[in-house]
T-cell receptor, first 115, second 114 residues
């Protein structure tokens, strides 16, 4: 069975600063996807970034980037130039590379951006 | 991106009554969808996987007779909470998958059972 762990229940960062959220996972699969989802107070799930495990290059999306270490089963999210709108719950998630498989979520990290 | 709607967005009901939650994909068709439950300050926990035209597969610990899923078409799925109790109060989220690792989440339904 796959598991996703986020060891930081809460974090805070000053506006315009950089913050890194940690995530580790456990799987015996070779091919899979990893995601970071953002859940703001509205509770709508928003995809932040996605990584295919077969790709060595770390995914980036504007101010968001990941550090994907496949051997270590680590998948951290770096948010640069933090903005007040980044305040939200962040979930690390795993999905087997089966076309219609389920997503397994980590426990989440509550991020607060301080003005 | 694809749009998924849920109705109602919030519902309050009395203990012992049944509540139906609808989940629609508005601009795409998909055979597989998922229902999640999220308690306050917790993560999303998968309740069941549903494929159009077949019975839903429930996760361990989820009562299939209590949480009825009807995957009526490629764009509509319903979750009925039967004989709801206060402990069923939660945030219910549906998601459709179009394959290839892409999931489209609904906005969620907040259920409060008094």
């Amino acid at each position: 069975a796959q598991t996703v762990t986020q060891s930081q229940p809460e974090m805070s960062v000053q506006e315009a600063e950089t913050v890194t959220l940690s995530c580790t996972y456990d799987t015996s699969e070779s091919n899979y996807y990893l995601f970071w989802y953002k859940q703001p107070p509205s509770r709508q799930m928003i995809l932040v970034i996605r990584q295919e495990a077969y790709k060595q290059q770390n995914a980036t999306e504007n101010r968001f980037s990941v550090n994907f270490q496949k051997a270590a089963k680590s998948f951290s999210l770096k948010i640069s130039d933090s903005q007040l709108g980044d305040t939200a719950m962040y979930f690390c998630a795993f999905m087997k590379q089966n076309a219609y498989d389920k997503v397994i979520f980590g426990p989440g990290t509550s991020l607060s951006v301080i003005p | 991106g694809a749009v998924v709607s849920q109705h109602p967005s919030r519902v309050i009901c009395k203990s012992g009554t049944s509540v139906k939650i609808e989940c629609r994909s508005l601009d795409f068709q998909a055979t597989t969808m998922f229902w999640y439950r999220q308690f306050p300050k917790q993560s999303l926990m998968l309740m069941a996987t549903s494929n159009e035209g077949s019975k839903a597969t429930y996760e361990q610990g989820v009562e299939k007779d209590k949480f009825l899923i009807n995957h009526a078409s490629l764009t509509l799925s319903t979750l009925t909470v039967t004989s709801a109790h206060p402990e069923d109060s939660s945030f219910y989220i549906c998601s459709w998958t179009s394959g290839g690792g892409t999931q489209y989440f609904g906005p969620g339904t907040r259920l409060l059972v008094l």
